[in-house]
């Protein structure tokens, strides 16, 4: 299926901070992005991808175009989608990371606009966020390909062309061709190959024939 970037605006992240702000401990755990489509008609979101910089844990909202009359409403798509398997290691802190429709809690039809919720909990990291954010829309259906019918519809097995009138079989005319060579090569074997000579009567000449030569 093909897919088609949409032009969004990223906006600045806003910490929500964790602990007391008051004293050195306190430290930001959670950041809120929010996503905007400026220019864009509601669209159908089939995929988010981004790169992973040191976030644990990944939530996301969605702003839905309901009706006419209704005001967009945010409804929760994605909760606690775990990008580090153990938020004190390194592992899966900057991997590519491709999220789909069909992962989502949601229906993803009608977007206005996206809300990225990211935990970290792990004191260890100093900042922690998402790089390189793409969100995709289906693009246009590739135009269906017509076939002739008679690639579409293959003829069956054909049957052998029946023998025109009159004219005689095949297999029947080549068994009497055989025949009759067999039989020259009988012929031709059967024949003597030593020279008759020309007053040779009983192996002896006659000298009456000798003398009027």
């Known amino acids: 299926m093909s897919r088609v970037s949409v032009p969004c605006h990223v906006k600045g992240t806003v910490a929500l901070q964790v602990g007391d702000v008051r004293t050195s401990h306190g430290r930001p755990g959670v950041l809120v992005i929010d996503v905007t489509f400026p220019n864009v008609a509601p669209f159908e979101l089939q995929e988010i991808t981004f790169k992973n910089y040191y976030t644990a844990f990944l939530s996301i909202r969605v702003r839905q175009h309901t009706s006419m009359h209704t005001p967009a409403k945010w409804v929760t798509c994605l909760r606690d989608y775990c990008l580090m398997p153990d938020p004190h290691s390194e592992e899966g802190a900057q991997e590519y990371v491709s999220l789909f429709k069909h992962q989502m809690l949601c229906d993803m039809a009608r977007v206005l606009e996206l ?34 019918k008679w690639l579409s519809h ?12 009159g004219l005689p079989d095949p297999s029947r ?41």
């Open 173 to 213: 005319v080549s068994s009497e061709v055989q025949q009759m060579w067999a039989l020259t090569e009988m012929i031709r074997a059967s024949h003597t190959s030593t020279r008759i000579g020309r007053f040779d009567v009983d192996g002896c000449y006659d000298l009456n024939l000798l003398s009027y030569t």
């Open 154 to 165: 293959p003829v069956p097995c054909e049957q052998p062309v029946p023998l025109l009138e």
């Open 115 to 148: 809300r990225l919720i990211l935990r970290q909990p792990s004191p260890l990291w100093l900042s922690f966020t998402v790089e390189e954010l793409q969100i995709y829309q289906q693009g246009p259906k590739s135009p269906s390909m017509t076939f002739p």
